[in-house]
């Protein structure tokens, strides 16, 4: 099956930026994405980005896909202690699946 | 790697029937699963927590007598729509932690239609 990998663990200091990384294995996905998950809330879909772009920017979020090295990032601009949550980067193949990576837990320390 | 396989990936069902999904951590035992579902062009709504041996946690607006959750070993959890109707239709997506871990393994998937 796909293997999508992601950093457990990334400290920031407030005001710097977070940068969170993704590899993937399968290049033939139809479209990448960002979930946020808050303690004890669902996953919450921050931006996606279809395979074929290379850059996405969202107010503070910015997503850059790699496609020959099969990365994928997200990066938060002046990150607060609010953006403190787990990560998950995920990818799709059509309409029914989705590949998620293991998270990355993201402490923003004041 | 950790690798949980959710199984079925598709299944169509008559509205009134009951439908099994399950969700097996093939390599390593988790002590907690969790049931998600997604509408279409949304996020993935957290419908319950499941441990193994005790009772789901079910989240605020989620039908327990709809949506039967047992956790009956450390390698398994179900989820059965019951009494399934066009409204269930849906994408329901599985995970599950490690014992001892940090990192969240995800099945791929089952996308319900009820006709």
């Known amino acids: 099956g796909e293997d999508v990998e992601q950093s457990l663990f990334l400290s920031v200091r407030e005001g710097d930026s977070s940068v969170i990384n993704c590899t993937y294995t399968?290049?033939?996905?139809?479209?990448l994405y960002w979930y946020k998950q808050e303690p004890g809330a669902g996953l919450q879909l921050l931006t996606y980005?279809?395979?074929?772009?290379d850059m996405k920017q969202d107010q503070r979020l910015t997503v850059l896909l790699n496609k020959k090295d099969k990365h994928l990032s997200l990066r938060i601009a002046d990150t607060q202690t609010g953006d403190s949550a787990i990560y998950f980067c995920?990818?799709?193949?059509?309409?029914?699946?989705?590949?998620f990576g293991t998270g990355t837990r993201l402490t923003v320390i004041p | 790697g950790a690798v949980v396989s959710q199984h079925p990936s598709r299944v169509i069902c008559k509205s009134g029937t009951s439908v099994k999904i399950e969700c097996r951590s093939l390599?390593?035992?988790?002590?907690?699963m969790f049931w998600y579902r997604q509408f279409p062009k949304q996020s993935l709504m957290l419908m319950a927590t499941?441990?193994?041996?005790?009772?789901?946690?079910?989240e605020q607006g989620v039908e327990k007598d709809k949506f039967l959750i047992n956790h009956a070993s450390l390698t398994l959890s179900t989820l059965t729509v019951t009494s399934a109707h066009p409204e269930d239709s849906s994408f329901y997506i599985c995970?599950?932690?490690?014992?001892?871990?940090?990192?969240?393994?995800f099945g791929s998937g089952t996308r319900l239609t009820v006709v």
């Open positions: 390599d390593f035992q988790a002590t907690t």
């Open positions: 995920a990818e799709s193949f059509g309409a029914n699946n989705l590949f």
């Open positions: 980005i279809f395979s074929n772009m």
């Open positions: 499941s441990n193994e041996g005790s009772k789901a946690t079910y």
């Open positions: 399968d290049s033939s996905s139809t479209y």
């Open positions: 995970s599950a932690i490690k014992q001892g871990a940090y990192g969240y393994t």
